[in-house]
Structures are given as structure tokens and as C-alpha cells.
């Protein structure tokens, strides 16, 4: 959350600009590789935090690209615009891990899928689709 805001706002501000193409594509490798992560190092590590930082930094720059494109051609203001935006934007990250944690509540509760089949179910969908974005936003072919 840190490391997504940080660079969303320093994205908006101009002070890092980086290609959206690249952006995009990083964001691909970031999912792919925290999904291959939990289906192969199931155990948590110390440097996990470390990339998750480092994985959020990218994820805000995408973050601004979307916050760019909404309001192209408009005034900008950080306490009207970038605010409400990036609160939003953790809101709906609560959402989503609601949903999953109530979802692995109910596959504990009535199913008897071990963790390491809940962690295939969420990993492997996530991974298939970020490979599919890693070959859609092909940095290299263009």
C-alpha cells in the first residue's frame, strides 16, 4: 500500500516517468511470479515483504496510468483527484481479499481442500493469465 502510493503520486507529480508499455509488462511478471512463488516456496520468507514493496512501487506506477487516462485534459488536484483515487483503490484491494478469505473459509469449513490445493486453485488461473499478459504486452517485439 506504502510502495503503490508512493509511486502513483510520484508518477502523477512527473518526477518518474516510465513507459506504460513497460509498466504493463512488469505487472504481468509481478503477478507471475508471486503466484509461481506461492505454489513453490509455500513458506514465508523474509524477503517476501521486501517484494511485496518492490512489486507495489510497479503496481503504482500502472496505478497512474489509469489515474492519467481518467482525467486527461482535466485539472488535477492531489487532495481532490489523487485521494479519493488511491482510497479507492485500497478499498477495493479490501474487497477482493475479503472475498478470498471468505471463500477460503467456506472451502475449510465444508470442503476438505488442503491449503496447498486452496493456494493451486488461486495460483494457477492467476499465473495462466498473467502469462497471457506477459505475451499480449511483448515488450521486446515491438
Keep these: 500500500t506504502i510502495a503503490h502510493s508512493l509511486t502513483l503520486a510520484l508518477s502523477i507529480l512527473n518526477i518518474i516517468n516510465i513507459p506504460q508499455n513497460i509498466t504493463e509488462f512488469l505487472i504481468a511478471a509481478t503477478i507471475l511470479f508471486t503466484c509461481v512463488e506461492n505454489m513453490f516456496i509455500p513458506k514465508i520468507h523474509r524477503f517476501r515483504i521486501l517484494l511485496s514493496g518492490f512489486f ?24 481532490s483527484t489523487l485521494l479519493p483515487f ?29 491449503q496447498k490445493q486452496k493456494i493451486y486453485l488461486v495460483s494457477i488461473p492467476t499465473a495462466l493469465l498473467a502469462l497471457y499478459w506477459l505475451w499480449e504486452r511483448n515488450i521486446f517485439s515491438t
Design 56 to 79: 507495489g512501487l510497479i503496481h503504482g506506477l500502472g496505478f497512474s496510468g489509469l489515474l492519467k487516462a481518467l482525467f486527461m485534459g482535466m485539472d488535477f488536484n492531489l487532495w
Design 86 to 114: 488511491n482510497l479507492g483503490i485500497e478499498i477495493g484491494q479490501i474487497v477482493i481479499i475479503g472475498i478470498i478469505v471468505l471463500t477460503f473459509y467456506i472451502l475449510k469449513k465444508y470442503t476438505r481442500i488442503s
